[in-house]
DNA sequence: ATGAAAGCGCTAACAT
DNA sequence: ATGTTAGCGCTTTCAT
């Protein structure tokens, strides 16, 4: 392995393997017409020049770059990054790269990614869109794949999301298996797809058992601790008395009701039961550990690029996916007999 | 803005601003020789073609790709994922696009990584390295950076990390503040880098106070929380009696120690004192608060970019920065008056 | 099965 | 200040 100045290309390894440049290429792509025996030649020949493939020149000849990029609110925020490690996972198993960019929930910078996505020729993109249009992605003129709750906007796109009906359900039904009565929503921002879609589920799961909706206490939240904290300030405030239940739309919201119900004196979860939406890792150190519905972020990447894969190829299935969630259970609910069901209302 | 089935070229905008293509060429890149007012006429030629420039082919001819590489152990790992978020916020002010790997802490992922980084033709990289030797490093052949600890082993190379000399002094001094002792040391996995830094900061902190190191209980831990649980266990046995100060050498061992801690009918921080080391989202949950010393990862990301700016450039400074931690105080580490001193060995 | 030749979209001399 | 020309490294017809 000689230490060039230039770095080798496929003339170099042709002249050492006393082929042709095309039959280089040949040998170097995988579906080819080409003797077995020329191709280990080559390839040979290539370890020997000490020869890369330069994927700029093969996008630019084949139209594949072989990269898709990825596109989420926030890098940082333990949900995204475990949804890029998934599709990172695959991607990497495909010997894809993923160009990865975070748009802050902002508009403009959605839209600026989208077109730095197209510049780099990105063979395609997963999208967590804040766009509350269609117009941006509608332009993007790319195959891409939407993760996330906005997804519900864009019936005609291919998505993969977890599934909000079966994640409440099984929150709900847990709740009420333990004796509770129905809990206080702790609901997300206003104007966010994933907040009605929360309520929702709620919404159809009461139909479903006979539980008028109309009676269900609500309380708004934004997502964040803070939220979550002036929330439960709220409830406790307007709460008659006995036990409090919650359930909240996400797990900062719930570490945040908690935090402040242990200020005011409640026990969690002999006065106050806390159900939260995500399965954040802060969750688990919390006193008492948070009893959470776990969305299954990781594979939800996973799945994201075999979607994304399937549109790049053409076939194109459109397919929504939702993937199931999971209860973690861990202490911050109580177990309240039937029985002690009036003493709530004490 | 028509649709064409061919995405326009420079070509495509020449015809239609009525100037040749090096011209056009010109008014799009920065520094070039141009009228002035050529340039807005071929821009705006540009713009009603819906012309957008080709990256691939621009990396191909000139050189330079427009992408860093960023290979970190695990994109989900919360200190990581903040890292990649400053780096790429701010690669995104530089128009550059950030190729996100995660090694997993895997010597041949990570060789694998630097390959494709290179036949991405990548103008650089950020990276974490989990190889012992600098081999591969040494083969990369493109500018780097390199981050966290294991930069150590490589004098001759800019890197970015945190100043654990510093860190450590802040968190001893603060415990010999509040009146205690030296304190178990939960360190991390053996053979790892991280772990005889933080010790011989120990040290070197030791020798300036008068105090003499070998006295120092340490407990191996593996940077993970279970790790932590099985640490505390042992410190727990072996302790004499009265109030127990831990200094983790991260957040994970610390919240696994309370954990344990809890469980065994100890309180935190009236018998138990915990002190950790991150920085992590989790430490603000746990109860109590996690009183920790704060790595500032995103500011990590950000320098990191910023010195393979300069390597890129050419200007090889070949720098080494540390930045400065900071004390998160939570709640975990007990006040101890000089005076009640004598009652901790009761 | 292999080689020759054309060209992907762009930049960078070199002219003018 | 602008145009002309020659590739960057590769894939892909089209011959052979």
Request: glycine fraction near 8%; hydrophobic fraction near 40%.
């Amino acid at each position: 392995m000689r230490r060039l100045e230039r770095r080798p290309t496929i003339i170099d390894v042709a002249r050492l393997a006393g082929v042709s440049k095309s039959t280089v290429a040949r040998a170097l792509s995988d579906g080819a017409e080409i003797n077995p025996k020329t191709r280990e030649a080559v390839l040979a020949a290539a370890r020997t020049a000490g020869y890369e493939r330069n994927h700029l020149a093969v996008g630019m000849r084949s139209g594949r770059s072989g990269m898709i990029g990825l596109v989420i609110p926030d890098i940082a925020n333990p949900f995204w990054a475990e949804v890029a490690r998934g599709a990172q996972d695959r991607a990497e198993e495909h010997g894809i790269s993923l160009l990865v960019f975070s748009s802050n929930w902002d508009h403009d910078r959605e839209a600026r990614h989208l077109a730095a996505l197209r510049q780099a020729r990105v063979d395609g993109a997963i999208i967590n869109p804040v766009a509350d249009s269609f117009d941006d992605l509608d332009r993007f003129g790319l195959p891409f794949v939407l993760i996330g709750s906005s997804a519900e906007r864009f019936p005609e796109t291919s998505s993969v999301g977890s599934d909000i009906a079966q994640a409440v359900r099984l929150g709900l039904d847990n709740l009420v298996s333990r004796g509770h009565d129905m809990p206080y929503l702790l609901l997300g921002t206003k104007a966010r797809i994933a907040r009605a879609r929360f309520l929702r589920a709620v919404y159809d799961h009461c139909i479903a058992r006979d539980v008028d909706p109309a009676v269900l206490p609500t309380e708004d939240g934004d997502y964040t601790v803070e939220g979550g904290r002036a929330a439960m300030s709220r409830i406790l405030a307007r709460h008659p008395g006995g036990h409090i239940s919650i359930f909240a739309a996400n797990d900062l919201m719930a570490l945040g009701a908690m935090l402040t119900a242990r200020e005011q004196g409640l026990n969690c979860p002999d006065d106050v039961s806390i159900l939260g939406f995500d399965g954040v890792p802060a969750g688990e150190f919390s006193w008492p550990g948070l009893t959470t519905i776990e969305k299954p972020a990781r594979a939800i990447g996973r799945r994201a690029f075999d979607s994304l894969s399937e549109e790049i190829a053409g076939r194109a299935d459109h397919s929504r996916i939702y993937l199931p969630c999971r209860l973690l259970e861990r202490g911050s609910l109580a177990d309240r007999a039937p029985v002690q069901r009036r003493r709530e209302v004490a």
